[in-house]
């Protein structure tokens, strides 16, 4: 151990006395970059999300043929015979949302990016790490921008990469149906990006969450319950009677009934919302979880 | 340079930190003193901004910590071992801390050195040891090459080797100008290697002086002595002012006399010694008795425990 060396080595200050300016953003933008990638759980979570997104879209992609081939031979999946001209109605309306279909593993996506959103800032309290970290930078706003930046950023491409991977397998396994559809088409584009995006909006979101709750367990809970939790229950619940508003009214609004707007494809009319007004809705959803949790950040004692 | 002004912190209906005005001067040690529980964390977090003073002010070279333009080559501090991503190298646990101040990457190789874990630099922590994490802590507390070090409690749980390693690391610290502010609720740490004291109880400054000021203030001479012919010495000793109490194996303890004092005695009556030793427990029991009173958490303990607990210090 450097029990001896101790003398030599400080003496004489290594480095030099106060440079120009200040520790500001960049600095830390690197730091966060260094920190995010330097633990393994990242990697595990960013493949858990491909992997789960492309599996389950090629899945899903891969039933829809299978229906195809059903209805092709004349018949539905219980065995009763279906009316011709069914089976290309049918293939009509895969191929108008062939983008969605292969994109639908995002629903199960959703759910992984919320924890990696979430550990971001909330493994930084479970560890301890906090406190080193504010030690070192002290601006609190400037260390949550930074880390809000750099996660934001890693969602964004892994999204993004997500997104157009799940795209490509799910259209080659729908072209053995000649249902696919290509980037080219229209909405085809916006609808694959649109995945990319909503996985970064879902991301921010947690990571909000996270800077609220402090708390891993509370904060993947309350992600999951806002994002999943009430799409489902949007499913289930009836529609008020009949007058002044519709249930689709309610609906729209639902975290993930908003946000998918800009992943689904307009034509199956399911959502009520325009793609970016959707989105839009959305982010705003994302953007007060991550003003809340700089409001907390800035003013709670750490 | 750390100055405190009126500091007071409240967490619900306690009250951490209480009034506490203090000044650590630069180029040495100083030691932060306390029992367990009397504010001296939270002093700490107060004067690194990671909590918010309920009132009064604390500033780090006449600004508050989080003003300073490089935090880090003014500030470096640990404040326990456990702060770091155990999932995380630790040499990357210190390249991230080092790009928050722009601090060159070779610096981080000088400190893994410094602090002896070159070998297991790039070793995730959360297999490291105390010693290990606390070395880790240390590091990165020195990334900066920082004017003012704070340590919180730096050898609780250390074996000896590492006590003495900590110890002289803050001598050297100290010695190359630099200002070592120290936290310990053990009077004998202290004793080895503050300058100067400041001490707390229940959140309340109880004494800020030199450590020989504090000594002479509150130090009893005390001898241990063993001898077969225990009735007469004491009586003796009675006789020549001092007082007199059974020590554990038979001992005794004199107050108020000298070792050569009590020796001479012995001689001169012929009163054979099988021990004779000059104690400075009585400077830990000086300390326990200052701060017997602020200890946060003394109801229901029984009779005998603060010398337990002094002697349990002598042993860490």
Same mark, same amino acid.
């Given at each position: 151990m450097a029990t001896t060396a101790t003398h030599e080595a400080l003496v004489g200050g290594k480095l030099a006395r106060q440079p120009a300016g200040r520790a500001g953003f960049l600095g830390t933008v690197r730091s966060e970059f260094t920190k995010i990638r330097s633990v393994r759980s990242t990697y595990w979570t960013l493949l858990a999300l491909v992997l789960a997104c492309v599996g389950i879209g090629a899945l899903f992609s891969w039933g829809q043929t299978q229906r195809l081939t059903h209805l092709d031979s004349g018949r539905n999946f219980r065995g009763a015979h279906v009316p011709p001209g069914v089976a290309a109605a049918v293939a009509a309306e895969i191929h108008r949302s062939a983008a969605s279909i292969s994109l639908f593993g995002l629903l199960i996506g959703q759910l992984i990016i919320i924890v990696l959103g979430a550990l971001t800032i909330t493994s930084e309290y479970s560890t301890g790490m906090i406190r080193t970290s504010l030690t070192a930078m002290p601006r609190r706003g400037t260390v949550y921008a930074a880390k809000g930046v750099v996660f934001g950023a890693v969602a964004l491409v892994t999204g993004l990469v997500t997104s157009f991977l799940a795209f490509f397998v799910g259209q080659a396994i729908l072209s053995s149906q000649h249902v696919s559809t290509t980037l080219g088409q229209p909405e085809v584009l916006r609808t694959v990006i649109g995945g990319g995006l909503f996985l970064a909006a879902c991301g921010l979101l947690s990571y909000g969450i996270g800077a609220v709750l402090r708390h891993t367990a509370g904060a993947i809970a309350t992600g999951i319950g806002l994002m999943f939790v009430l799409w489902i229950l949007s499913q289930f619940l009836p529609g008020p009677p009949s007058g002044w508003f519709g249930q689709a009214d309610i609906d729209k609004w639902i975290p993930f009934n908003a946000g998918s707007a800009i992943w689904e494809h307009q034509a199956n009319g399911l959502n009520p919302f325009s793609p970016w007004i959707g989105f839009a809705v959305f982010s705003a959803y994302a953007a007060v979880a991550v003003i809340g949790g700089l409001v907390v950040f800035l003013r709670r004692d750490a | 340079m750390i100055e405190a002004r009126g500091l007071t912190k409240r967490y619900g209906d306690t009250? /951490? @930190?209480?009034n506490l005005s203090f000044t650590v001067a630069p180029g040495r040690i100083t030691g932060f003193l306390g029992?367990? *529980?009397?504010?001296k964390t939270t002093t700490m977090r107060l004067i690194l901004g990671l909590d918010r003073p309920t009132s009064g002010t604390v500033t780090v070279d006449g600004k508050?910590?989080?003003?300073? /333009?490089w935090p880090m080559r003014e500030v470096g501090a640990l404040l326990d071992a456990k702060a770091v991503h155990g999932g995380r190298s630790a040499y990357n646990h210190l390249l991230c801390v080092a790009q928050t101040n722009n601090l060159p990457n070779r610096r981080i190789g000088e400190v893994l050195e410094l602090v002896g874990l070159s070998e297991v630099a790039r070793k995730r922590s959360k297999g490291f040891s105390l010693g290990m994490g606390q070395r880790l802590g240390i590091a990165a507390a020195l990334l900066g090459d920082p004017k003012i070090l704070m340590f919180d409690e730096? @050898?609780? *749980?250390?074996d000896p080797e590492g006590i003495l390693w900590i110890r002289n690391l803050m001598k050297a610290l100290a010695s190359e100008g630099r200002t070592v502010f120290v936290s310990s609720h053990l009077m004998s740490e202290m004793e080895n290697t503050a300058d100067h004291l400041i001490v707390i109880g229940r959140g309340k400054l109880i004494s800020d002086c030199t450590t020989s000021e504090f000594i002479a203030a509150n130090s009893q001479q005390s001898v241990r002595v063993r001898t077969p012919q225990r009735e007469e010495l004491v009586a003796l000793a009675s006789a020549a002012g001092a007082t007199v109490r059974d020590d554990a194996g038979g001992a005794l303890v004199l107050l108020g006399l000298t070792a050569a004092q009590v020796g001479d005695l012995a001689f001169e009556n012929g009163i054979r010694l099988h021990e004779l030793a000059a104690a400075h427990a009585s400077l830990e029991q000086a300390f326990m008795e200052l701060t017997a009173s602020s @200890?946060?958490?003394? /109801?229901?303990?029984? /009779?005998?425990a603060g010398r337990e607990s002094a002697h349990a210090g002598e042993v860490a």
């Open positions: - | 009250l /951490a @930190v209480d029992p367990n *529980g009397a504010g508050p910590f989080g003003q300073l /333009a730096p @050898v609780n *749980g250390l @200890v946060e958490f003394h /109801a229901g303990l029984p /009779a005998g």
